[in-house]
C-alpha cells in the first residue's frame, strides 16, 4: 500500500506567501549594495531608522503568524472546493476578473484604513507610528506593523479580498504571493531598472518612500497597488526622482507639501 501526503491549497496559500516575502526580501537586500539605485544611502538606513533590524524580523514574525492562524480559519469556514468547481476556476477571464476585484478591495480597504491610522492622533501615536520608525524603509520591514494594524489591515484586508473576489484557496496562493511581492517591492528602498512593477504601476517604491519621509506622511496612503484614491481625495503627492551627488537617488515632491 502507497502512503503520501498531500498539501492542501488552503495550507499553501497560508505558507507560500510567507515563504515568498522571506525570499523576495531576501534577494533585495542582497541587491541593497547596488548604490546607484538606492533611494536612500546605506548609512542613512542605518542612523536614520529608529528601531533595529532584529526587532523587525521578530515583529514581521510576529504579524505572519498571527495571519497564517486566521487565514486557516479563514479557509475552514469558507470551506474546501471540489474538484468541480477548482476546474471551472481555471477560466483565464475568471481568474483576471478575480484578480481585479480582490486588487481594488484590497487597495480601498488599505488605503481608508492606512488614512484614518494618521489622522486619529491616538491610532497613529499608539499603533501605527511603529511602522513609521522605518523612516529609511528597506524590504524585510514591509511588514514591520503594530499587531493590531497588522490585524486590521493585512489579515482582515486580505480575507475581504479573498471572500468579496470569490477566489478559490487555490487561486488565492497566487493572488496573496503577487500581493506580498508588491509590498516588499515598495519598501524595497531601491529604483531598478527594468523592474515590472515600475513599469505597471504607479505606486512604487519611490512613491512609497514619499510617504515614509517625514514631511510627506499627509500623502501617498495608497497601497499597495494603484493611486487612484490618493488621486480622487487629494492626498497625490507627485515626485521627481533626482540623482544624489554619491550615488543613487533621491525622491523629493513636485508640490509643496502642507505643514497642518
Not at 57 to 75: E, H, P
Not at 212 to 217: A, E, F, I, N, R
Not at 243 to 257: D, Q, S, W
Amino acid at each position: 500500500m502507497e502512503m503520501g501526503f498531500v498539501i492542501s491549497d488552503e495550507l499553501l496559500g497560508t505558507v507560500v506567501p510567507i515563504v515568498v516575502y522571506w525570499i523576495y526580501s531576501g534577494i533585495y537586500m542582497c541587491l541593497g549594495s547596488l548604490e546607484s539605485y538606492r533611494l536612500h544611502s546605506i548609512s542613512d538606513e542605518d542612523e536614520k531608522n529608529l528601531v533595529s533590524k532584529r526587532t523587525v524580523v521578530k515583529g514581521v514574525l510576529l504579524q505572519q503568524t498571527v495571519q497564517a492562524v486566521v487565514a486557516i480559519l479563514l479557509f475552514a469556514v469558507a470551506g474546501s472546493e471540489d474538484g468541480a468547481s477548482a476546474l471551472q476556476s481555471t477560466s483565464f477571464i475568471v481568474l483576471v476578473r478575480q484578480f481585479v476585484t480582490a486588487m481594488m478591495v484590497l487597495d480601498t480597504w488599505q488605503y481608508f484604513l492606512h488614512r484614518y491610522m494618521h489622522e486619529n492622533k491616538f491610532l497613529y501615536r499608539h499603533v501605527h507610528s511603529l511602522h513609521h520608525r522605518l523612516v529609511v524603509p528597506y524590504a524585510f520591514g514591509a511588514l514591520y506593523n503594530h499587531p493590531v494594524e497588522g490585524l486590521l489591515g493585512d489579515t482582515i484586508g486580505g480575507a475581504l479580498s479573498f471572500l468579496l473576489s470569490g477566489m478559490s484557496p487555490r487561486t488565492s496562493i497566487f493572488f496573496f504571493s503577487f500581493a506580498t511581492m508588491k509590498t516588499v517591492d515598495d519598501h524595497c528602498g531601491l529604483m531598478l531598472p527594468g523592474n515590472p512593477f515600475h513599469i505597471f504601476f504607479r505606486n512604487n517604491s519611490a512613491y512609497h518612500d514619499i510617504h515614509h519621509q517625514l514631511h510627506g506622511t499627509k500623502y501617498n496612503f495608497s497601497q499597495p497597488f494603484f493611486v487612484m484614491w490618493d488621486r480622487i481625495l487629494g492626498t497625490h503627492m507627485p515626485y521627481s526622482l533626482e540623482k544624489r551627488a554619491e550615488g543613487g537617488f533621491e525622491a523629493r515632491p513636485r508640490k509643496e507639501l502642507k505643514d497642518d
